[in-house]
């Protein structure tokens, strides 16, 4: 695992969050797309120079990369050796995307784009709710696609809380220089 991309079915699953832990684990770059591709007051990136960010990230020896972004999933992919991927309930997501904005009304959050305080909208919202079965059927087909196109390259999917905790714990024991019991920050 040198070149991993992490997805999720919605806003709210916990990427950002579960990237930073598996960074901190392998002790690997962790790059969050919206910073990326959301300038300051919440202005979209130009297509190519999100494009172009990726492909520089991408070429590096080992990375994380983590956010959905469907338009710029090739230029990760054609690098990637693994995908993880996480699947939480919509009403978990939603919560979340509630207590997030909550958490940090009038402050960027560092997995943000520069000038982009947190906010939410019914916009927002609809998008959660409107694209989170759709997607859940696309991953499917993505990942297959994925892991056919080499034996090297593997999809993790965790589909609830305790898979994602344990996953992080195993990855601590088999991963970290640091064999001690497992630290609480990990636990959510």
Request: net charge positive; proline share 3%.
């Amino acid at each position: 695992m040198k070149r991993i991309m992490i997805m999720g079915v919605s806003a709210g699953v916990g990427k950002s969050t579960f990237a930073r832990k598996l960074g901190d684990i392998l002790q690997m770059d962790v790059y969050h797309l919206d910073a990326y591709y959301w300038k300051p007051g919440w202005v979209e990136a130009p297509a190519d120079e999100f494009r172009g960010a990726q492909k520089e990230m991408s070429k590096k020896e080992k990375w994380i990369i983590e956010g959905n972004y469907t338009s710029t999933y090739d230029i990760r992919a054609a690098h990637a050796d693994t995908i993880i991927y996480l699947e939480l309930p919509l009403t978990v997501c939603l919560f979340r995307v509630l207590k997030r904005f909550f958490k940090n009304i009038g402050r960027t959050r560092p997995d943000m784009g520069k000038g982009c305080k947190e906010k939410i909208d019914w916009q927002f919202i609809k998008f959660i709710i409107t694209t989170y079965y759709p997607r859940k059927n696309k991953m499917v087909e993505r990942f297959m696609a994925f892991q056919s196109s080499g034996a090297e390259r593997k999809v993790v999917m965790l589909k609830n809380k305790r898979a994602i905790k344990n996953y992080l714990q195993e990855s601590t024991l088999k991963y970290s220089s640091k064999k001690e019991i497992f630290p609480e920050k990990f636990i959510e």
